[in-house]
């Protein structure tokens, strides 16, 4: 691929899941399957949407960058922390924020943006 091209995964009229540009996966904001109702589920949902997103594009998580968690109760941070440590591999932590933030619909409790190298 060309290093001037932008590839767009799961493009949509709004968004697209990803976009790839100059060896670079920007992933839009993640959020949970609709089964998924309480905390760990989603969280685990959305770790899962990212790695599949990650190997779709030929990536994986030990190339993550960087990450933005979102949360809408910070109360949560601590538990989204024993899911995130147990997710990522020891050694490959990217660059990552947390934020307390309203999303966009009440039932999502957490939402995950990241960057990851091809």
């Known amino acids: 691929m060309s290093t ?13 899941r990803a976009t790839v540009y100059n060896n670079t996966i920007y992933l839009s ?6 089964d998924a109702i309480d905390f760990k589920s989603q969280m685990e949902s959305v770790l899962k949407k990212i790695e599949n997103t990650l190997a779709d594009l030929g ?7 960087q990450v933005t968690i979102y949360l809408p109760d910070i109360n949560q941070f601590d ?5 995130w440590d147990k997710w990522i591999t020891p050694g490959y932590a990217p660059a990552r924020a947390t934020v307390e933030a309203k999303l966009a619909h009440p039932q999502y ?10």
């Open 4 to 16: 001037n091209t932008i590839q767009y995964y799961m493009p949509g009229n709004r968004l697209a």
């Open 29 to 34: 904001g993640i959020i949970a399957d609709a």
């Open 59 to 65: 990536s994986n998580k030990n190339k993550l960058l």
């Open 109 to 118: 409790l957490i939402e995950i943006m990241a960057t990851a190298a091809c």
């Open 79 to 83: 538990y989204m922390n024993v899911i």
